[in-house]
């Protein structure tokens, strides 16, 4: 058992891809800011990768006291066995006591392999932060059950406490690149066969479409009402004429219109944007679990009795074929007036 | 190749409902199913097998009733299955629970042979954690990949399909390796009548803390760093304007400008 009280700071890790940070390492430095400061700890962002300097300043403008900055040729590109092995050697040798980690694919990776190498607690998917007024402890909710239930769970005896909360949660803060810059600098090294993954190829979905709906701010989804894959296209101009990332619902990639990266719900994709648009979907349980914390929600169905309305801020009952193409061209006239 | 799937016997949580005066879960009626990511990871499991051959095993941690969750991988391609169940395991977390499961995978090792492959689902839909493998990973020292989609063997590596937010990875890795599974495009397959029949005839072992070299303070409630404060039901939103019984246009419009009166658009 590890002594609670040489535990200090708050360390947010802050993935690098491409040469940047993911969003959702730059939003958690807001949230870390306001624990940090409960407990009057420091807060730190660590910074993993290759050539990524201009990351650990990034992280500085967002509001991180100082950072800690690995790099290496090794560290080019995520894996499991490289970024665990840095991990685990920083904590060792600073001893945070909490660590929040973004919960993309690579972050719920890395997770979960470096807390059972520490032997410490960590928690999943948070969508809340706080501490605990008894102990001090950092309290993470969470959703469990398909977003039935929220627990509070609590890492009372081992440290770090770790977490990994989920994109889009939380607000970034206006950056100010004015803000001293205190980077430590760590050289860790992880030998090559120590290295058991490789990374072969990356494969873009669509030449030139992304889909990233963890980071998206609309969302343009399609279901079962559709009725075949050529009509995505009215979702896919909708989309465009929004700036957003087009989702589906299970029953759409069920039925082979749409590929299941763009899968919203409980076995596809968890999101948050500001406005989730849901057209032909009726809600089905896994579904909303899926994106029923959208900050709005507008849902077309000609199923009045759907259950998408239940979590709908708007809807409209009727034909999506006949709605979708009256408000695309309003929409594109709302823009237009707008840039005047 | 020797393949371990690890399975979970767990509610259907797409039937679970609210109770809305108490507010809280109707657990009673739902039915129990096999983990549906863990369907997924079986399903692959079997196609590694016909192609390469192998045997598959399948392990689950809990209750006693868990065995029929494994009776169901008996009828859609597993060879074997073992049940993993003790009162004391009770209250476990994640860590807690792969240390469990590494602890059994080792005392089922000992008897028979190495796993080259141990597979799970990405998350179970009751928990949602997504730990458990990685942590089986951790306990054993393997290569693990998480978010798997399709799964080739390449001579002693394999080569796995991996999703990540915005595209797709092809990882390289050696054996064993631990590898979680996401939805697949192979639906898990049906049992027929005769394979059901014979997987309810089967017998399939307990193992309890006896059976294992294990430390108990490491599992239960007391071996669990992480403790629930509290569980609550979120509160769903319904108080939304629905427009309806107008013309498509007349709605598009009203749509359009009760957006822009909320400055959403």
């Known amino acids: 058992m590890n002594i609670l009280e040489d535990f200090k700071?708050?360390?947010?890790?802050?993935?690098?891809?491409?040469?940047?940070?993911?969003s959702v390492g730059l939003e958690l430095l807001n949230p870390g800011r306001r624990l940090a400061d409960i407990n009057k700890e420091k807060l730190i962002a660590v910074v993993i990768g290759d050539n990524v300097q201009s990351i650990a300043n990034t992280a500085i403008a967002y509001g991180a006291d100082e950072v800690i900055l690995v790099e290496g040729s090794e560290y080019k590109e995520y894996s499991t066995d490289g970024y665990v092995n840095v991990l685990d050697k920083l904590v060792e040798k600073y001893k945070p006591s909490t660590l929040l980690i973004g919960a993309t694919n690579n972050g719920r990776d890395v997770a979960p392999r470096l807390a059972c190498r520490i032997k410490t607690g960590l928690t999943a998917d948070c969508t809340g932060l706080d501490i605990d007024d008894e102990s001090g402890n950092v309290a993470w909710t969470r959703p469990a059950f398909g977003g039935n239930l929220m627990a509070t769970i609590l890492c009372p005896n081992t440290r770090p406490q770790i977490g990994t909360v989920r994109p889009g949660v939380f607000k970034k803060i206006e950056p100010d690149f004015s803000r001293e810059i205190k980077i430590l600098r760590e050289r860790i090294n992880t030998p090559k066969e120590g290295i058991r993954t490789k990374l072969i190829e990356c494969i873009k979905e669509t030449a030139g479409e992304v889909v990233n709906l963890d980071e998206a701010e609309i969302i343009v989804s399609g279901g079962r009402g559709l009725g075949k894959a050529e009509n995505f296209s009215l979702i896919r101009e909708l989309a465009k004429v929004l700036g957003a990332t087009v989702g589906s619902s299970r029953a759409a990639v069920d039925a082979g219109w749409i590929s299941h990266i763009h899968q919203v719900g409980q076995t596809g994709k968890t999101v948050q944007p500001k406005i989730y648009v849901a057209c032909g979907i009726s809600g089905a349980l896994q579904h909303l679990a899926g994106m029923n914390s959208s900050d709005t929600i507008i849902a077309?169905?000609?199923?009045?009795?759907?259950?998408?309305?239940?979590?709908?801020?708007?809807?409209?009952?009727?034909?999506?074929?006949?709605?979708?193409?009256?408000?695309?061209?309003?929409?594109?006239?709302?823009?237009k007036l707008k840039i005047i | 190749m020797n393949i371990l799937v690890c399975v979970k016997q767990v509610p259907d949580t797409t039937e679970i409902k609210i109770d809305p005066i108490t507010n809280t879960l109707i657990r009673a009626g739902v039915p129990s199913i096999v983990n549906p990511f863990d369907a997924y990871a079986l399903e692959l499991a079997v196609?590694?097998?016909?192609?390469?051959?192998?045997?598959?095993?399948?392990?689950?941690?809990?209750?006693?009733?868990?065995?029929?969750?494994?009776?169901e991988c008996l009828s859609v391609g597993a060879?074997?299955?073992?049940?993993?169940?003790?009162?004391?395991?009770?209250?476990?977390?994640?860590?807690?629970?792969?240390?469990?499961?590494?602890?059994?995978?080792?005392?089922?090792?000992?008897?028979?042979?190495?796993?080259?492959?141990?597979?799970?689902?990405?998350?179970?839909?009751?928990?949602?954690?997504?730990?458990?493998?990685?942590?089986?990973?951790?306990?054993?020292?393997?290569?693990?990949?998480?978010?798997a989609e399709d799964i080739t063997v390449d001579g002693e590596n394999l080569r796995v399909k991996r999703e990540n937010e915005d595209h797709h990875e092809i990882i390289e890795t050696q054996l064993p390796a631990v590898i979680t599974v996401i939805k697949t495009a192979y639906e898990p397959r049906y049992a027929t009548i005769k394979s059901k029949m014979a997987s309810n005839k089967v017998q399939i072992p307990t193992m309890t803390s006896i059976d294992l070299d294990i430390d108990l303070e490491r599992t239960g409630l007391k071996g669990s760093p992480t403790k629930v404060k509290k569980t609550f039901v979120p509160q769903i939103k319904k108080s939304g304007i629905i427009i309806k019984g107008k013309t498509s246009s007349e709605s598009a419009l009203e749509l359009i400008s009760l957006l822009s009166d909320a400055s959403i658009i």
Request: glycine share 10%; net charge negative; charged share 25%.
């Open chain 1, 9 to 22: 700071n708050l360390w947010v890790y802050v993935e690098a891809v491409d040469g940047k940070a993911k």
């Open chain 2, 47 to 71: 196609r590694i097998k016909e192609t390469n051959g192998g045997i598959i095993t399948v392990l689950a941690m809990g209750p006693e009733q868990a065995k029929s969750a494994l009776k």
């Open chain 1, 300 to 335: 077309i169905n000609k199923d009045e009795d759907a259950p998408i309305f239940n979590v709908a801020n708007y809807g409209i009952v009727g034909d999506l074929f006949e709605i979708l193409p009256v408000l695309i061209e309003e929409i594109e006239k709302v823009k």
């Open chain 2, 79 to 147: 060879d074997k299955a073992i049940l993993v169940s003790d009162r004391v395991f009770g209250g476990s977390d994640t860590l807690a629970t792969s240390y469990i499961l590494s602890t059994t995978i080792k005392a089922i090792e000992s008897k028979t042979e190495k796993f080259d492959l141990i597979l799970c689902g990405k998350q179970a839909i009751d928990g949602d954690t997504g730990q458990v493998g990685p942590e089986i990973a951790e306990h054993f020292g393997y290569a693990q990949v998480t978010y």
